[in-house]
């Protein structure tokens, strides 16, 4: 599989590379096989990106990495919030691509900020550019703000995130994460020899099996993310 990284960090070091680093990382540590991981670090493409805003045409650099995006399995895509959206960098990248280029694509989504007061960039910014791309978005988006870094929370969000891309991936491309081994704690010998019998309702027939999935009482179906993987199996 292939996993693409595209971090618009303009600063070195950077805060939104290195969550871009640990989001791969995890990624790569849940995936179901080898990865080819790769980086598009969108500050040393700035030049070539505004050349092909206004020319139309992609210089060598901006070529590889569309090239990387377009054909990558799953990707990761990280922005520093300015001016309580993604950066112009991060937006002027995705424009030049073409408009089918993400179509059915999993993306993992991730921003970073100096304050938590701008986690929500994450829903009213990143999630609809890429729903509007008709990108598969993961469901579990990674906000880092400055005092998130060594605090609680962060490093579960994002094995978290890094899990449910790996699922899609692996759903996506066919491959498959053998299930973990379960132990099952042996049953007494009556137990063992006595025939499995149903469960009975109230009028003596099987009770029904419920599924996973409920129903609201609005009339709403909510099925769970491991019940919509499976679907994309078939």
Do not use: C
């Not at 999935?213 to 909510?222: I, M, N, P, Y």
């Not at 099925?223 to 994309?232: G, I, K, R, T, Y």
């Amino acid at each position: 599989m292939k996993l693409v990284v595209v971090s618009a960090g303009l600063s070195v070091p950077s805060s939104t590379r290195l969550l871009a680093d640990r989001l791969a990382a995890a990624t790569v540590g849940r995936a179901a096989g080898p990865v080819d991981l790769r980086v598009v670090e969108l500050r040393d493409l700035a030049v070539e990106i505004a050349h092909n805003l206004t020319n139309g045409f992609p210089g060598p650099a901006l070529s590889a990495a569309i090239d990387d995006v377009t054909s990558a399995d799953g990707l990761i895509v990280v922005t520093p919030v300015f001016s309580a959206s993604y950066s112009g960098l991060f937006k002027s990248f995705f424009d030049v691509l073409d408009k089918d280029a993400l179509a059915g694509k999993p993306v993992l989504i991730a921003a970073t900020g100096g304050t938590g007061r701008h986690s929500l960039v994450l829903e009213h910014a990143l999630r609809p550019l890429f729903a509007y791309l008709r990108a598969v978005i993961v469901p579990t988006g990674v906000y880092a703000a400055s005092e998130d870094w060594g605090a609680e929370g962060l490093a579960e969000r994002i094995e978290r995130a890094a899990g449910e891309l790996a699922a899609l991936m692996s759903a996506l491309t066919g491959a498959s994460t053998p299930p973990p081994a379960q132990v099952r704690p042996s049953a007494p010998a009556s137990a063992q020899s006595s025939p499995a019998v149903p469960a009975q309702g109230s009028s003596g027939s099987a009770a029904p099996v419920r599924s996973a999935a409920s129903v609201r009482e609005d009339g709403f179906k909510v099925v769970p993310f491991e019940d919509q993987l499976a679907a994309l199996r078939v």
